[in-house]
Nanobody, 131 residues
């Protein structure tokens, strides 16, 4: 079993920065693929950043150049550094993890369809950016 706990959300002005943290405990070997997702106030859902066991990162076009995903060497903490925040970035941010690349694709698809039943998910942390 894996437990994921997010923290670091808050309210900032447009252009501000936040750093989200996801603490990982339990079977960390099941967390080779990890990432951050968000659900906006209009229920729009988006996978925004991902990192695999080799450290390869991928980003949604909407956050490229502004957000950075990373994890500590022990693979027990996942970070999301968010800079130049915009009101469109507001929403609930979740971290998620699975063991394989195939599972990662399925996790992304099920999230887009409104489910967090597949994979491991945290409880979310709220981010609000306002002008």
């Amino acid at each position: 079993q894996v437990q994921l706990v997010e923290s670091g959300g808050g309210s900032v002005q447009t252009g501000g920065s936040l750093r989200l943290t996801c603490a990982v405990s339990g079977d960390t070997d099941s967390c080779a693929f990890m990432g951050w997702f968000r659900q906006g106030p209009g229920n729009e859902r988006e996978g925004i950043a991902a990192i695999d066991s080799d450290g390869t990162q991928n980003y949604a076009d909407s956050v490229k150049g502004r957000f950075t995903i990373s994890k500590d060497n022990a693979k027990t903490i996942l970070y999301l550094e968010m800079n130049n925040l915009e009101p469109e970035d507001s929403g609930m941010y979740y971290c998620a993890a699975v063991k394989t690349a195939t599972e990662w694709l399925l996790l992304r698809k099920t999230f887009e369809y409104g489910s967090t039943d597949f994979g491991y998910w945290g409880q979310g942390t709220q981010v609000t950016a306002s002008s």
